[in-house]
């Protein structure tokens, strides 16, 4: 019975924090609480943008930034990562507002969370480390994009127009600008992304986004001008936990959107932790944690009006670069937030929209790395194929699609350059030909054999070739195929492989194997392509023993002379020599 409750156990067990965790906590407090201090200065602005932008207003993304950000960072895989609404999960959250209001992205939002938690038990956080980096660095392109297109309207101080296409809102916002512009707010949202890109040159470790939010605030207040639309009442703390939002006769619509949101959430998420490690010696993360963590946040958030969760890359990397150790500054950053949450709601909720379209504008601009963009573009076609492709799809369709598009491009475009790697070359067997011989019966040997050499992968990519290049051989008597440097095979390849024995053999040409590893021996003998040449041991550890083969059948059929009915070698595939040793004899001749 323990050993039934302790495999249940040990899973749910290595998802948990671990005293270690704790004993880190306690390690440096001064210096964890003041990261997380700064953090939380950055993070502030950045909460109330989104939540504004999300469509659920600013008091969801302060929910979302103390709950979700309070358990991630308990429960998460990384002992840096820095939690909260993103940009990017909100450019995903818009269309699931324009089409089943806020109810439906507090639904998506547990939905996704119990899909996180389900990964993180399946131990799916392995797979996400196999997203290209050009796909990476599309969606980032494109999100970074999208946050800019979406803060047009309240950066012109104009009301938001219908529609969940950016690039549609952004040109009506436009459009009504034009009739009645409001150059207050433009200046507001411009004054504040200066001040933010600027500072961030001069002090990086300035919280410069803060500075100009006030500074806007206090210059919106000191003059009242008209279209400087405040963000609106606050909550003065977080809503209790209620299950009201649910709808169970839509859930079976919200199912492909809190897919997304899961997958978004993972992605970046996983993305988020794996700079933290590169930005700091010895930190390394446990993906499948991670997932459970994020799961977590994301079940616990909409409980309480907040959105979708993920890891923060730029507040992540403020938490590194402020010198955090432990998962304490994370949670100092969200225990900060709820105090303003509690005590301040009524100063927040004076800071104008435009200057908070000015700090995701700024934001937008910080996320773009054009050193990155401009090496990943030059490194190859295909990888810049794939991140052009990446970032047009996040900004005409969703991130999503974006997402598969650029995996199944980037997975095309590897498959191709993996099966151009594949060749089929005709090689001289006279450097191979064993024992003695005389000019006279090496140049009947060379007249009436000829070996083909296959380097490679011989599978679905790039088996046909294959089958075209040997329906091509000329009239001979003997073919040898040396496959001691093949990497893998799959059916497809061992079904073409067979084709094309068949299509020699009905030409009346012997066709004769070398060097089929053993691993690789299984998958052409399931598919009957080794059928053709083992009724008379055709198949050979090496290219010497395939030679010795190729000469006896000739004597046998009187084009050679010598005894005829030279036994085959005893080194064939189906005996004893078939072992890794002597087939990578094979591998030694060239």
């Known amino acids: 019975m323990n050993t039934v409750l302790d495999r249940v156990w040990a899973p749910v067990r290595s998802l948990l924090p671990t005293r270690a965790d704790l004993a880190a906590m306690v390690a440096r407090p001064r210096q964890d609480l003041l990261a997380g201090l700064t953090v939380a200065i950055v993070a502030l602005p950045l909460a109330l943008g989104f939540g504004v932008s999300s469509g659920l207003g600013a008091e969801a993304g302060l929910a979302t930034a103390v709950v979700a950000g309070a358990l991630a960072a308990l429960f998460g895989g990384s002992n840096l990562q820095v939690s909260g609404p993103t940009g990017a999960m909100t450019v995903v959250l818009v269309p699931i507002v324009a089409a089943h209001g806020p109810s439906g992205v507090l639904t998506v939002g547990l939905l996704a969370g119990l899909m996180l938690v389900a990964l993180a038990f399946a131990r799916a956080g392995r797979w996400m480390r196999y997203v290209p980096a050009p796909v990476v660095e599309g969606f980032t392109l494109g999100i970074a994009c999208v946050i800019a297109l979406q803060q047009v309207p309240n950066a012109l101080g104009v009301p938001v127009p219908e529609g969940d296409r950016v690039l549609v809102v952004a040109w009506r916002a436009v459009e009504e600008f034009a009739h009645r512009p409001n150059w207050t707010a433009v200046a507001l949202a411009l004054g504040v992304a200066a001040v933010m890109l600027l500072g961030a040159r001069w002090r990086p470790t300035v919280p410069f986004s803060i500075l100009a939010v006030i500074a806007a605030t206090v210059v919106v207040e000191v003059l009242r001008p008209d279209g400087a639309t405040p963000i609106g009442d606050l909550p003065s703390g977080l809503p209790a936990p209620s299950l009201g939002f649910l709808d169970l006769s839509e859930l079976s619509s919200l199912l492909a959107p809190a897919v997304a949101v899961a997958a978004l959430a993972a992605l970046e998420s996983l993305l988020s932790a794996s700079v933290a490690d590169g930005m700091t010696v010895g930190q390394r993360h446990d993906p499948d944690r991670e997932l459970f963590g994020q799961g977590l946040a994301n079940i616990a958030s909409p409980l309480f009006g907040g959105v979708p969760a993920t890891g923060a890359i730029a507040r992540t990397a403020v938490n590194v670069r402020t010198g955090a150790r432990s998962r304490l500054a994370s949670l100092s950053h969200a225990a900060v937030l709820a105090v303003v949450v509690f005590a301040a709601a009524p100063l927040v909720s004076r800071i104008p929209l435009a200057a908070l379209a000015g700090v995701l504008l700024a934001t937008a601009v910080r996320m773009v790395e054009v050193g990155s963009l401009r090496a990943m573009v030059r490194a190859t076609r295909s990888d810049a194929i794939v991140l052009v492709l990446t970032a047009v799809t996040t900004l005409v369709l969703d991130l999503v699609y974006a997402v598969i598009a650029g995996l199944v491009v980037a997975g095309t475009l590897a498959l191709r350059a993996v099966a151009r790697q594949a060749r089929l070359d005709q090689v001289d067997v006279t450097p191979d030909l064993p024992g003695e011989h005389g000019d006279e019966e090496r140049a009947l040997l060379s007249e009436h054999i000829v070996a083909y050499r296959i380097d490679g992968p011989l599978f679905f990519a790039a088996a046909h070739r294959f089958l075209l290049e040997l329906s091509e051989v000329a009239d001979v008597r003997v073919v040898i195929l040396r496959m001691s440097r093949v990497t893998t095979v799959d059916a497809t390849g061992a079904l073409v492989l067979k084709d094309a024995i068949e299509k020699l053999s ?32 055709r198949a050979y550890a090496d290219t010497p023993e395939a030679i010795r083969g190729a000469r006896a059948y000739l004597r046998g059929a009187g084009i050679l002379p010598g005894p005829v009915g030279e036994p085959a070698p005893a080194h064939a595939v189906s005996g004893p020599a078939s072992t890794p040793a002597t087939a990578s004899a094979e591998e030694s001749v060239p």
């Not at 012997?510 to 083992?534: F, I, K």
Request: no cysteine; aromatic share 0%; proline share 6%.
């Open 506 to 537: 009905g030409r009346g040409i012997t066709v004769l194997v070398s060097g089929v590893r053993p691993g690789q021996r299984h998958v052409l003998e399931s598919v009957g392509a080794l059928d053709a040449v083992r009724p008379e041991d």
